[in-house]
């Protein structure tokens, strides 16, 4: 198994993500903004049974792909410099839906997964702020992707509801449930801030995230919620929680 990953994410949570598979470190130069320039969901889209390849990217790491025999799908347009440019492939594909800002993504995304229910956000950065999870839950740190309306992130009519034995309030519909955590206290270089969905990656029944949540503001919450879907929780280092581009599994 590949385990693609930031170049600049901590030893610590190198040595720890090691013991599932090889590492692909990334890193780019004169492609985006350095801040982003090796973030896994920059350069790919995570599908089920699916992975899909800016074309752009550094051959050594389609060759890295090709070494492990990984079939993926190369997209049409190149990542950018800058937005929207750099966002065309951060969106969020489920078994059962594809959301993004459907104005930027990448075409050969839309034409290979057309059969999925489509949600349109305005958040390009779809994959960095949406954690998807099992059974048609979410994590989200921006308020517009939870805040969709007639989406299947908010229902009209639907109530918010607290769980039992529970600190924070979901929504309950039919349709998947969202929590909603602030992305203030995240680090991202050269900004004031990143987006939860960028610090994890999940493998199975474990959620691993970048920091420590007991040093996130909502961090309680996202425990609780990530126990009660039967997440084993797997905390990279000991410090603030990092976007780095999320982890991807592959």
Known sequence: ????????ISAS??????????LMELQTEGITYPAISGHPDIFFCQAPGRLFVAPNLPQRYFDQLNEHRIDFITGKLPVGPEYPASARYNAVATENCLIHNFRITDPVITRALEGLEQVHVDQGYCRCNL????????ITSDKGIYMVPGSRFQVPGSKIIELPNSKFKIQNSTFPEVL??????ILLEGFPHGFFGGCCGVWEDKVFVNGSLSLHPDGEKIREFLVSLGYEIVELNEGPLTDVGSIFFI
Do not use: C, N, T
């Open 131 to 138: 954690l998807p999870l099992r059974d048609g839950h979410f």
């Open 180 to 185: 909603y955590v602030s992305p203030e206290s």
């Open 1 to 8: 198994m590949l385990v693609i990953i930031d170049q600049k």
């Open 13 to 22: 949570a190198k040595e720890m993500l090691s013991s599932y598979g090889e």
